[in-house]
């Protein structure tokens, strides 16, 4: 850490040749706006442990793992190396509550909103482009409009002047529980802000003027033949119009269509498009020349069309291992046997120290039969497993031969050979405890998996 502030505090000094030199290097009230990653388990995971031993681990988050959201910030200077910074956050989030708070933790994506008042602790004043800083402060959340919290801020940042007191801001916040319903959490940000009103120019005492010269003649000249005289041609060697005084009309992007004829004069263009870019309706990134679906955000692989759900079942086809065919979101999109017709992969018994197949086995299979009969696309994976007793070289060969049983007996009630997967694990993925009769009886098991 001292390493990363001190590199911050070299970096800012060797830019500050750069930055401009306004009297006053107090904040000015500013409003901006910011994209932030909330990290809602890093911070537990370092507190059950360690830093070292969260790297070591690679246990750090992902950061698609990590909940996007959108924030307001106000900033106001308290002096020149003190701010005062407020934020409110918002994003949709599955909040992880902690055992000792008495709510288990959210299955479902629900609103956190979370606002925040710090003081930033700047090692350098704005008048450098690089400033880093520490905060510290207080915040409060609601999750769900039903649960509330609070929590405490402390982190490091860094100010990236831009001239004109607009600047960019990044911090990284650790956010330390102080409500039961709360839960350490790592916060990543960036956003842009600039004040909220424009700053009153300098009222400055002009010297007085100096002793006027002789007057010289002069003969006045029109240099490009444009009918405006020199001196007030601000072209005088191109030829211009009056309206602008002696130059041009003008073209400020560039793009080859002069400003009286562009729409969009300082961003560059097509005349197809009056000047303008060509538009981009849905804000997706695809331009509508290449967007198949104009008015609806999408991916630029799907032509600019959203990703495809082409059973319906609110999976979509690039999550979903059965994507022709409605299953819940919980079995991967697939049709479920437990829910959908009732089957229990426990009454799928053997007769003991054997593959043999019971009686009761095969009647509970006739519902396996059944699901595979009604959705002709789908392949059954049978996984054999068994409890500890004896070694693998034994184990592992009778639960593939499980496994092998169930294959030949859907087999022998006319279910593709091709349409059906199998696998023995042994005792290498017990479920239950191995030192109890109830727990080698669980592990004993075939389990069934369906997909496209």
């Known amino acids: 850490m001292k390493k990363f502030l001190f590199s911050l505090i070299v970096v800012g000094l060797a830019a500050s040749a750069l930055a401009q030199t306004p009297t006053s290097y107090k904040k000015r009230s500013s409003l901006g706006i910011a994209f932030f990653l909330n990290d809602m388990f890093t911070a537990h995971r370092v507190s059950k442990t360690s830093l070292s031993n969260v790297l070591q681990n690679k246990q750090w988050t992902k950061t698609t793992d990590m909940t996007p959201g959108l924030s307001i910030q106000y900033f106001e200077g308290l002096d020149e190396h003190i701010d005062f910074m407020a934020t409110l956050n918002g994003t949709y989030s599955k909040y992880p509550f902690y055992p000792k708070?008495?709510?288990a933790p959210s299955t479902r994506t629900r609103f956190l909103m979370e606002a925040d008042a710090n003081v930033n602790l700047k090692l350098l004043t704005d008048k450098y482009t690089f400033v880093p800083y520490l905060t510290l402060g207080v915040g409060a959340s609601m999750y769900g409009g039903t649960y509330f919290a609070a929590q405490g801020n402390t982190g490091l940042g860094l100010q990236v002047n831009l001239g004109n007191e607009t600047f960019i801001n990044t911090q990284l916040l650790y956010r330390p529980a102080i409500s039961s319903l709360a839960v350490n959490h790592l916060a990543y940000s960036?956003?842009?802000?600039?004040?909220?009103?424009?700053?009153k120019p300098e009222v400055l005492v002009?010297?007085?003027?100096?002793?006027?010269?002789?007057?010289?003649?002069?003969?006045e000249k029109d240099t490009d033949g444009d009918g405006i005289l020199d001196k007030d041609d601000k072209c005088p060697t191109v030829a211009g119009t009056a309206k602008y005084k002696g130059c041009p009309v003008p073209d400020t992007d560039g793009d080859g269509i002069n400003d009286e004829n562009d729409k969009c004069p300082t961003v560059k263009g097509l005349a197809k498009y009056q000047g303008c870019?060509?538009?981009d309706t849905d804000k997706d990134g695809v331009s509508d020349e290449e967007d198949k679906c104009v008015s609806v955000p999408g991916l630029a692989r799907y032509q600019g069309c959203p990703i495809p759900d082409t059973d319906g079942d609110g999976v979509n086809d690039e999550e979903d291992k059965c994507p022709s065919i409605k299953g819940p979101r919980e079995n991967n999109g697939c049709p479920e046997l437990r829910s959908q017709?009732?089957?229990?992969?426990?009454?799928v018994l053997f007769i003991p120290g054997s593959a043999v197949l019971t009686k009761g086995a095969k009647t509970e299979l006739g519902k396996v039969i059944k699901a595979m009969t009604d959705y002709p696309?789908?392949?059954?994976?049978?996984?054999?497993?068994?409890?500890?007793?004896?070694?693998d070289k034994i184990n592992i060969p009778l639960s593939l031969k499980r496994a092998n049983a169930v294959k030949a007996y859907l087999f022998s009630k006319k279910v593709n050979a091709d349409r059906l997967l199998t696998n023995g694990f042994g005792s290498t993925k017990p479920i239950a405890d191995n030192k109890t009769v109830k727990g080698k009886a669980e592990n004993r098991r075939v389990e069934f998996r369906i997909q496209e």
């Open 101 to 103: 708070s008495g709510v």
């Open 190 to 199: 960036i956003g842009l802000a600039s004040p909220l009103k424009d700053k």
């Open 206 to 219: 002009a010297p007085p003027p100096p002793p006027s010269p002789i007057p010289v003649p002069v003969v």
């Open 277 to 279: 870019p060509i538009p």
């Open 341 to 347: 017709y009732k089957f229990d992969n426990k009454k």
């Open 377 to 391: 696309s789908l392949k059954l994976y049978v996984d054999g497993h068994t409890d500890n007793t004896g070694s």
